[in-house]
Nanobody
Framework: QVQLVESGGGLVQAGGSLRLSCAAS????????LAWFRQAPGKEREFVAA????????YYVDSVKGRFSISRDDAKNTMYLQMNSLKPEDTAVYYC??????????????????WGQGTQVTVSS
């Protein structure tokens, strides 16, 4: 099983940027599809972005398209989420997760093998 640890969260003003990292240990996640989720207070967990195992395909929820960018460095067993033009509504705990099938991630039917503990992102207005 893969163990995941997120970092990079913090407090930022609206319009600012943050870069989240998700470091993996245990089994390499080279063959996994990788995803970011977020959960705001009082709301359900929401899919944010995903990247396939080769890194050639990415997928984003509409609300972050053009502002967020997901990437991976398999040599470092690390995934990133570059977040630009942040808005107060981006405030949430952000989680990374791994799944075997990118197609199912896009379809919303994937089973996620591992989750991180989350990192808080707070965007002030």
């Amino acid at each position: 099983q893969v163990q995941l640890v997120e970092s990079g969260g913090g407090l930022v003003q609206a319009g600012g940027s943050l870069r989240l990292s998700c470091a993996a240990s245990g089994r390499t996640f080279r063959r996994y599809a990788l995803a970011w989720f977020r959960q705001a207070p009082g709301k359900e967990r929401e899919f944010v972005a995903a990247i396939n195992w080769g890194g050639a395909s990415t997928y984003y929820v509409d609300s972050v398209k053009g502002r967020f960018s997901i990437s991976r460095d398999d040599a470092k067993n690390t995934m990133y989420l570059q977040m630009n033009s942040l808005k107060p509504e981006d405030t949430a705990v952000y989680y990374c997760a791994v799944a075997m099938d990118f197609g199912k991630v896009v379809a919303g039917t994937a089973n996620y093998d591992s989750w991180g503990q989350g990192t808080q992102v707070t965007v002030s207005s």
